[in-house]
């Protein structure tokens, strides 16, 4: 089943950009690897401090290269070459995985990613941190339905919990981990991570957001009539 994973993730090689521009919002149209070690990466660029980052592209040790395309507004399109190594691209697409849409910021990437399966999520999540780049997931939904799992209800620890078992297959059949293995990847109890995972579940469908997971069709009510 074909996942979208919305995700938040490091984003080292535009660390010197964001120390000189702050308040710089970058959102990604394209990203191409143009040999085995470039990345040509298309962006909208957002400042209110052109010059300090058109200064900062052309100084910065790991932007190789940078050409401005377009302005429009008050946004302004650059192409950006950057090191293949310095970014998880062919961790991504040997998966696969589909870019859909990615924000940058000084507090790192909001990505939208589809991924071809639960094991392609995980296998991904692994690798980043393996590379010690913090992965943190926001929601997942299924690309075929558009169901969502939304987790801004949740603690971090109920958020791991969950994110665990949906990557690692635990609510399906049959399960892809049993709560002992799912509980040894958190680093707790299983008794805890049972807890966790009924609570960060309550909290889901006790807030409102998930009315329309469970909600009756049209046609299954006049069928169960």
Request: proline share 4%.
């Amino acid at each position: 089943m074909s996942l979208i994973a919305t995700y938040q993730l490091d984003t080292p090689v535009y660390d010197s950009l964001f120390e000189e521009v702050p308040d710089l919002r970058l959102e990604v149209e394209q990203a191409v690897a143009c040999s085995p070690d470039s990345l040509s990466v298309t962006v909208w660029a957002e400042t209110d401090r052109w010059t300090a980052f058109e200064t900062e592209l052309e100084r910065s040790e790991t932007v190789k290269g940078s050409q401005h395309l377009r302005s429009e507004d008050d946004q302004a399109l650059y192409q950006i070459w950057v090191p293949v190594s310095e970014t998880t691209y062919w961790d991504w697409t040997s998966l696969g995985s589909v870019l859909l849409s990615a924000t940058i910021t000084r507090h790192g990437a909001t990505v939208r990613m589809e991924f071809p399966d639960h094991e392609a999520l995980s296998t991904y999540r692994d690798w980043c941190l393996e590379q010690d780049i913090q992965f943190s997931l926001n929601s997942l939904s299924d690309a075929s339905s558009g169901s969502p799992l939304n987790f801004q209800s949740l603690t971090s620890s109920q958020r791991e919990v969950i994110a665990l078992a949906v990557e690692h297959g635990y609510f399906e059949v049959p399960r892809g981990i049993s709560m002992i293995e799912l509980a040894a990847e958190c680093g707790i109890s299983d008794q805890a991570a049972s807890e966790r995972l009924r609570r960060g579940l309550s909290n889901l469908l006790g807030d409102g957001r998930f009315d329309t997971l469970w909600a009756s069709s049209p046609e299954s009510a006049l069928e169960a009539k």
